[in-house]
């Protein structure tokens, strides 16, 4: 037997990150903390209800590209689009990335701009505490592209990242950063299937008084399998804002870890996750890591997951408040609706608080169809179909308030409306 | 119009009979009143009328101009006209009024093989409706119920049944946590809708709704019976005596009424 053929897929796996040009030292120290922290099995406390199999193996799992007929996604709105392609970068397709008061880079193309190396892997390395996040070291080592985006005004629309999925085994590792400067604000739109398997980070750093707005698209491929990070940090006075529609895909995993450290600031997170086991397996994991390091702070955790025929839901949310970081307000709330008996929902909430003059509450429930309201539509006419679609419109409508623009609200609202009609009964 | 005949009714999970044999037929044009005493079956009939899940009808019928009820979902009792103003209306966050409304007059033109309104015809006739019942743009807005005071959203089952032109309606305690004006409000959109192809089966505690809506006919319920059936008389009967004197006419104790 050869020594390859000897190794764990963990093992082999790591043989085989290589580390592209630029970002060295930070690509090696993240491969380091990468070595030394293992690629997670399911015996870790954050991975027994998700099976990282399929993020760790060699190769990833063939996935066939989905061909959608819907209208695009955000195709209304004004913004600067730029694609990937199965992960590589499509010039032709893009806009140009210039636009006033935001500075846009590419990862691949950067070499080591000052801004630029003092964030990389540097978010991703503080949240590797006290959790390890062991597939978000190995993108910072091993990234092969990504936007690097510096905001330093309001920008003049919205940053809108395309990514499409077009060969049966592509493999794509992204790399984003957002620098928002004292003041300056953003939104920054994602959607598409980005490849096979596809693993990919965002390091947002929020200075104060800054605000930034994050919807993002994922699944829409059956088959496709994500490991996804956040990690931001959030300073005084500013904004955080980030929504997460989820619907298909075999296995995805939504880490974010926020690190609020200036006072008065505000970091929501939320998602909305739609699941039919029917049209293939659909397993998904948000996995919230919050932690207070100032005064006067809110955050909010709103997550939903609507689940059928043998879909699964995990949530793991934790607000961690560190001694000092009075008048806390911290809320979570995960919910899940069962449209039927085989499907799951497993949620783990936690708080932490070291503060004594703090306000924290969570809950998380597991639910069916509400019989009343389904009644009181079908009595008004409408058919159990559409009710139902109704119903888990409005079992979502929470998650989605949290989007503060209308405009992305109804883009969110009608490609809800379009899954539901594809997956109805 | 509605014919009901020797119903039955038990629960679904409980071996408990509630309604033990209705009759009941009400005429095209005709307002028909039911009063009894509360847990006497009043709600269960609406319910076991317009397709609630839960009850095991044994034995009898129910027609609706000739169409079997029972068989029937509730989306096609409604679509064939039937409207049931609940005694206690639902709450739906997150889905407005308005998509509420439309979706629901929508559902009822398609199963009628009619056209769907148009957003614009379909904002002029709401606006027209709501005006008349004293509900603002802002309730229009708002989710399904939330946040509605009792009397709006009795008003917002009213304001639904006047879109939709059901051609029998059931009124199920309407007049319940109205103040006088509201009730007022409410008894003109019920008066408004009267015609000889409409009819009306209005349940209610109380006279002074029947004081709005005059009833052609009026009906006591007691122990999952009508017991008794006459003229609007009978109710200002009941608003005097109470129901103490009929139920023992007819051999029911106060505890089983
Ligand atoms: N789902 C149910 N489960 C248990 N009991 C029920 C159910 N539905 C009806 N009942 C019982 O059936 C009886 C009739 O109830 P119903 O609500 O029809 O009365 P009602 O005449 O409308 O009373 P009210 O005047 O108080 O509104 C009551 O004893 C009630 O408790
Ligand atoms: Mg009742």
New binding site residues.
Partial sequence: MSAVEKMTPAEARLARVTLPEGFGPQRRAALERLTAMGLPGRRDEYWRWTNPTDFIAPEPVAAAPFVDDEPELFGEIDRLKIVFRDGVFDAEASDDLTMSGVEILRLAEAGDVNWASSLYGTLEANGQKPVVRPFAALNTASATDGVLIRVTGKAEKPVSLIYTHESEASDPILHHLVKLEEGAEITVLENGPAGARFNKLMEVDVAKGARFHHIRVQGRDHELRAVTGIFARVAEESLFKSFTLTSNGVLTRNECVIDIVGDDANAHVAGAALGDGKTGAFHHDDTIFITHDAERCESRQVFKKVLKNGAQGVFQGKILVKPGAQKTDGYQISQSLLLDEDSQFLAKPELEIYADDVQCSHGSTTGAIDETALFYLRSRGVPVEEATALLVLSFVADAIEEIEEERFRDAILTRLEGWLSRHRG | MLEIKNLHVK?EE?D?Q?LKGVNLTVEAGKVHAIM?P???????LSYVLSGRD?YEVTEGEAELDGMDLLEAEPEERAAAGLFLAF?YPVEIPGVGNMTFLRTALNAQRKARGEEEISAGDFLKLVREKAKSLKIDADMLKRPVNVGFSGGEKKRNEILQMALLEPKMCILD?TDSGLDVDAMRLVAEGVNALRDEKRSFLVIT?YQRLLDHIKPDVVHIMADGRIIETGGPELALEVEKNGYADLLAKHGISEVMA
């Fill in positions: 629960l409980e408990k509630i009894g509360n847990g006497s079956g009043k709600s269960t839960g005694q305690e505690h």
